[in-house]
């Protein structure tokens, strides 16, 4: 896959406080890349030197094939960032903020109209374009603010905490948003606390505390932290000889009984499930459903960042 961010040993010092220490990154192209960690691990301040904002104190990068210190302004026309705030002209219409920061992202005239309406219509703000802003909702100045970090079709999009506050109807609209760019080959790097939502969007997640701790798919975190589980339910429930078919069954590490069903781990549940129910069929038990076990995110998260000092 095409890698549209990489850096190597990127450093932000401030002072004698080490806020971005020596991070190793290759990001992909139309990928939705998670960066999760607590409050004050340095997320933010490794947005800024990505978007060549601020200057690293160390270290390489290259987003969208150009160099951080070398080639800043093709960086941030390469690229759209979400910050903490919505950074818009709130006396001033949606429709007359999207145009005027679109002409300063250099489009012409009608591109910007063009894209303006655009973002308008797909952030469901079109009916409201002619409001002054100052009377939106936060969710909507948010939806507002993603848009114009948009509007340009950059290759890479930064986004800080972008369903942060937001009723479950916006936060869905950002979702489907960001589901949209990875499906037309963009790529989203997201910083959130929202572990559901990382959980559902994220193709990888970077666990992060002043430096990268762990990358991995969510999924093969699970898997090496608590191993592939799946749930028989049987009823009207489990017997004795149910569980030792299972327990027989080639590729089964464990099982056992509980709350009615039997939860069975295996290093491979692919190849391993369709042989259970088969033996659990043959012995005569009655199968109500066959279910994947999943560790929440949020366990994840705790088992690898929160030993961190």
């Known amino acids: 896959m095409k ?17 971005v220490d020596g991070i190793d990154l290759d990001v ?15 997320k933010t301040t490794t947005l800024r030197l990505l978007c060549a904002l601020i200057a690293p104190s ?24 979400l ?69 340009h079709e950059p290759r890479v999009l930064f986004l800080d905490e972008p369903t942060t506050g937001l009723d479950p109807d916006a936060a869905k609209t950002v979702r489907e948003f960001i589901v949209a760019l990875r499906g037309a080959g963009r790529t989203v790097f997201l910083c959130t606390h929202n ?15 002043h430096r990268v701790i762990r990358i991995a798919k ?29 327990q027989a069954v080639p590729g089964v590490h464990e099982a056992h009984l509980e709350n009615g069903s039997i939860v069975v781990a295996s290093a491979d549940p692919l190849l391993t499930n369709p042989l259970l129910v088969r033996a659990l069929v043959d012995g005569g038990a009655e199968i109500a459903f066959v279910t994947e076990r999943k560790a929440h995110l949020e366990d994840v998260y705790l088992q690898i960042v929160e030993p961190i000092e």
């Open 83 to 151: 910050t903490e705030q919505p950074g818009l002209y709130e006396r001033q219409s949606a429709w007359d903020n999207l145009v005027f920061y679109a002409t300063l992202y250099g489009l012409p005239p009608s591109v910007a109209k063009a894209q303006a309406e655009r973002y308008l219509r797909m952030m469901g703000l079109w009916e409201r374009r002619t409001e002054a802003v100052v009377t939106f909702s936060r969710g909507m100045k948010q939806k507002m603010a993603i848009a114009r970090a948009a509007l």
């Open 58 to 81: 160390s270290g390489t990068a290259e987003i969208a094939g150009f160099r951080l210190g070398r080639e800043d302004a093709k960086i941030r026309a390469a690229v759209g960032i």
């Open 28 to 42: 992909h192209e139309g990928e939705v890349f998670g960066f999760l960690g607590p409050n004050g691990a340095g």
């Open 218 to 246: 969510p999924d093969e975190l699970r898997a090496e932290l608590y191993g592939r589980a799946t749930e028989i339910r049987l009823l009207p429930k489990p017997r004795a000889e149910d569980l030792a078919r299972v």
């Open 3 to 19: 890698t549209v961010i990489r850096t190597e040993k990127l450093t932000k010092r401030f002072g004698d406080l080490t806020a």
């Open 195 to 209: 572990l559901d939502e990382a959980d559902r969007l994220c193709d990888r997640i970077a666990f992060f505390r």
